[in-house]
């Protein structure tokens, strides 16, 4: 005979089960065309699957509630009220601090391994410091290091409402920012006016762009396409059409685009 706690294990076993199938296999997220953005994918993944055993579970058990304690014919007032259970309230209270303290520790971890927490004492101008300092998001005095290391290093600039994307080896200034596929490239901003952020969904990197302090990114795009540049931070009346466009290119294609862009020298 099954008894009541052996359909309790069966039904939380089925929702479990039912939202690892429906998070590994649908995706919510546009295509990935960046190291970066499978890295990332892993945590959207975990996250989302989360989410989907929490609302599934909820709606259950308020679907359940609905029909078990539904008001009985002849019924006044409230009915029986329950005062405090300490078990159930140990168990309510373990539980989410369990999943936050682990969403929060692979949260950093993914972070780490996309760059965001790159050491900056690998170079011998900071022996004197014993402590290694380490970069958030990009904004550091030591930005400038982190600038200049992928093998087509860009200036961007943002203003209201506008990215400019500057090639300095080859001296010139584009509306639109080309890149070559599988090739790091670097980029420094900085702003003319108001706070911007430069994001990339395909590439899943979003970075603050401030006035009179670069922010550097570093990324490797591996998919050939044309992605947006959207403005991710609210920056005045036209924030929403502060857009532009990546264009990631073969090599040889991208080396003739730089060739008929190209200024050349007087
Ligand atoms: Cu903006």
Not at 41 to 66: A, C, P, Q
Not at 209 to 223: D, R
Not at 249 to 257: D, G, L, T, Y
């Amino acid at each position: 005979m099954l008894n009541k706690s052996y359909y309790l294990i069966l039904i939380i076993s089925a929702v479990i089960a039912l939202s690892f199938y429906v998070g590994l296999n649908v995706n919510l997220l546009p295509v990935d065309a960046s190291l970066n953005a499978p890295i990332y994918d892993e945590l959207f993944t975990i996250l989302f699957i989360i989410g989907l055993i929490l609302f599934i579970g909820m709606t259950l058990i308020v679907l359940y509630s609905l029909f078990k304690f539904r008001k009985k014919e002849g019924q006044i007032g409230d009915g029986v009220a329950i005062e405090g259970n300490l078990t159930l309230e140990i168990i309510w209270t373990i539980i989410p601090s369990l999943i936050v303290l682990f969403v929060g520790i692979y949260s950093y971890k993914i972070y780490d391994r996309m760059g965001g927490m790159n050491e900056l004492n690998s170079s011998h101008e900071m022996m004197n410091h014993s402590a290694s300092e380490k970069v958030w998001a990009g904004i550091s005095q030591a930005t400038n290091k982190e600038y200049g290391k992928g093998s087509t290093n860009i200036e961007v600039s943002a203003m209201q409402f506008a990215f400019l994307f500057n090639y300095p080896s080859d001296n010139f200034i584009s509306g639109e920012l080309h890149v070559p596929v599988d090739q790091k490239v670097s980029i420094k901003m900085e702003s003319k006016d108001v706070i911007h952020a430069f994001w990339i969904p395909e590439f899943r990197i979003k970075q603050d762009i401030i006035p009179g302090q670069p922010t550097v990114l570093n990324f490797t795009p591996t998919k050939v396409g044309k992605y947006p540049i959207i403005c991710a931070e609210l920056c005045g009346p036209y924030h929403g059409g502060m857009r532009a466009s990546i264009i990631v290119e073969e090599s040889s294609e991208f080396e003739k685009w730089i060739n008929q862009n190209k200024k050349t020298e007087v």
